[in-house]
């Protein structure tokens, strides 16, 4: 009862909080490409373009989903459910923190606890197979969209998207596989754990830089292929506009359309969040406590809260006056909460993790500003005849290193 | 709370497969067939065997469904028609069916007592021996010789596609 009770809050907290990321990543990723292509991007509804996001929610709900004559209807309204259904389903499992222990209180004449709980969903004991296999079979929806359309351009995009996710899957596993072989096990929260202390005191060991082998180069194959796998230019080629009109989505409108969105993002997300945690140390912190390392969060939040509070000082726009302070307010409130030592072990390792994820997703956005996009023969090539022999020369060589060291 | 897992995913496999035969088009065809790979992963998980649960869905519904499925949206088939099928076939097909469903379940039950009535019963979670570790030691020890044949004859199915495919080519 205490766990279904648990789970539920927690399911509803991941849900809400998940959710209200993918709509934002939306508007970062608006706003950081139009900064990139020195643009102002959005800014019209609400501060800085804040609202956006519930503008463009509101938008795709109340506008009509058009069903198409000429579609299977069964599978054309199916494949949208899937691709979120897998989409949404990965993020159970990832562990974002090290966890939260409430201890035993009284109240109300009953004594409540002690409650510990994880901040993962699921801890699954095969977490990153388990992520590889809902991801396989998440091209099911893209593909039955491009199919079900009954449409030259959308079955073009789903035909590209099967061929583009069973290939990049195989660079993909090995490139995860290199790491496992120094860590080993397959649990997420182990991955992480065995990631934590710092050689010389001060190079920590994620597996990027772990001593017999360092995985650089397993981390940048697995962001290659991430960015295969989650359809994001420079290989973005079931959805290449110029070519294929939308790709697979071409005949979806309203939340139909909106949800095969909210899959990419999610896709993102979750992609992200195994990279940190397979090569960038999940949780550990850059740099050991001892150097201060505890420190960076409650600066960082307080510095944004301070040149809000001076921006407010001197306004930009007549409504900065107000909104401003109260973004610099929330933010010595987080800065406060990260330097209370009672919340300092619970926050800390989500404030490491989270920031990694964001700047692999920041990484995401930037690439997608900067990089044009491939032609499909050039995609199914670099991933044959490039990726896949250097992601099996580096597992071979890791494999190597290791057993010479143990 | 095992037992029911294991029959609704027992009832969904068998039901997938069922579909598998009935459906007239192909995709949904391999779809239902998905269903069954997904629901027999399940079936393994609750039987212990973490392991192959993971890879029946990462191999077999994810990799080669998805190549079936790829298949069939690029020679883009269409509903297969039931005519033309022969006389002896509509007439036999179910009591043929039926006896051999009865004769392999006689076969299994009089060779194989052990997953018989007569069989200790199968507990859930009884079996622990289905992580990667425990499936890695049996592969490299005591299945070494199937192991190795096993690669060699994917070796070859390799060569055989490259050959195939060369030929298309030249």
């Known amino acids: 009862m205490e766990f279904l009770i648990i789970t539920s809050i927690k399911l509803a907290l991941i849900l809400f909080v998940f959710m209200t990321t993918l709509a934002y990543l939306q508007w970062v990723e608006r706003k950081v490409i139009a900064h990139v292509q020195v643009r102002m991007g959005p800014s019209r509804v609400g501060p800085h373009g804040l609202l956006q996001p519930l503008a463009d929610v509101i938008k795709l709900i109340t506008k009509e989903g058009v069903l198409p004559p000429h579609v299977n209807t069964f599978y054309y309204l199916a494949a949208p459910f899937l691709s979120v259904f897998f989409a949404l389903i990965s993020i159970s499992i990832i562990p974002f923190g090290t966890g939260v222990e409430i201890p035993a209180f009284h109240m109300g004449g009953a004594t409540y ?14 977490g990153i197979l388990l992520v590889l296999a809902i991801s396989s079979m998440g091209v099911y929806g893209i593909a039955l969209a491009g199919w079900s359309s009954n449409n030259k351009y959308a079955l073009m995009g789903g035909l590209r998207s099967s061929a583009q996710m069973i290939s990049y899957e195989l660079p993909m596993s090995l490139a995860i596989a290199a790491p496992l072989l120094s860590i080993g096990s397959l649990n997420l929260r182990q991955i992480s754990d065995a990631q934590a202390g710092y050689s010389l005191g001060v190079i920590p060991h994620w597996a990027i830089f772990a001593f017999p082998a360092p995985q650089f180069f397993s981390f940048i194959i697995f962001m290659i292929a991430a960015f295969a796998e989650t359809n994001r230019i420079p290989f973005d080629l079931p959805e290449a506009e110029n070519e294929l009109v939308a790709g697979f989505h071409v005949e979806y409108s309203s939340m139909t359309f909106a949800s095969f969105f909210m ?7 979750t992609v992200c969040s195994i990279a940190t945690l397979l090569f960038l140390g999940g949780w550990q912190p850059l740099w050991p406590a001892a150097y201060g390392s505890n420190f960076v969060a409650p600066l960082i939040f307080a510095g944004a809260g301070a040149i809000c509070m001076l921006h407010g000082m001197n306004p930009a726009r007549p409504f900065d006056r107000i909104t401003l302070p109260v973004f610099g307010v929330i933010f010595f409130g987080l800065a406060g909460l990260m330097a209370f030592p009672p919340t300092v072990p619970i926050l800390m390792p989500m404030f490491w993790f989270l920031g990694k994820v964001g700047f692999l997703l920041f990484v995401f956005i930037w690439i997608r500003a900067t990089l044009p996009r491939f032609r499909y023969d050039q995609l199914m090539g670099f991933a044959w005849k490039f990726l896949f022999p250097v992601a099996l020369a580096n597992l071979l060589i890791t494999g190597f290193l290791v057993a010479l060291v143990s | 709370m095992d037992l029911f897992f294991f029959l609704l ?9 069922v579909s598998v035969v009935l459906q007239k088009h192909p995709i949904s ?19 212990g065997a973490e392991f192959i649960a993971m890879v029946q869905v990462i191999v077999y519904a994810g990799a080669i469904m998805v190549l079936f499925v790829f298949v069939i949206m690029l020679l883009n088939a269409g509903e297969e028609s039931s005519k033309g099928r022969s006389w002896i076939a509509k007439i036999a097909g179910l009591p043929a069916l039926a006896a051999l469903l009865g004769i392999l379940g006689y076969a299994m039950l009089t060779f194989y007592p052990m997953v018989g009535p ?14 990667a ?23 070859i199915a390799i060569l055989g596609a490259i050959v195939l495919a060369r030929k298309e080519i030249d």
């Open chain 1, 113 to 126: 606890g002690p409650y510990k709980t994880m901040f993962e969903l699921a801890d699954a004991n095969m």
């Open chain 1, 263 to 269: 899959a990419e993002y999610a896709n993102m997300v």
């Open chain 2, 9 to 17: 995913f027992a009832f969904i496999a068998v039901a997938c497969a």
């Open chain 2, 29 to 47: 065809c391999a779809l239902s067939l998905v269903g069954t790979m997904a629901s027999l992963a399940v079936l393994y998980l609750l039987l």
């Open chain 2, 118 to 131: 007569k069989a200790s019963l199968v507990h859930f979670g009884d079996f622990t021996g289905g992580g």
């Open chain 2, 133 to 155: 570790k425990e499936i890695g030691t049996a592969l490299f020890t005591e299945y070494l010789l199937p192991f190795e044949v096993t690669s060699i004859l994917i070796l």
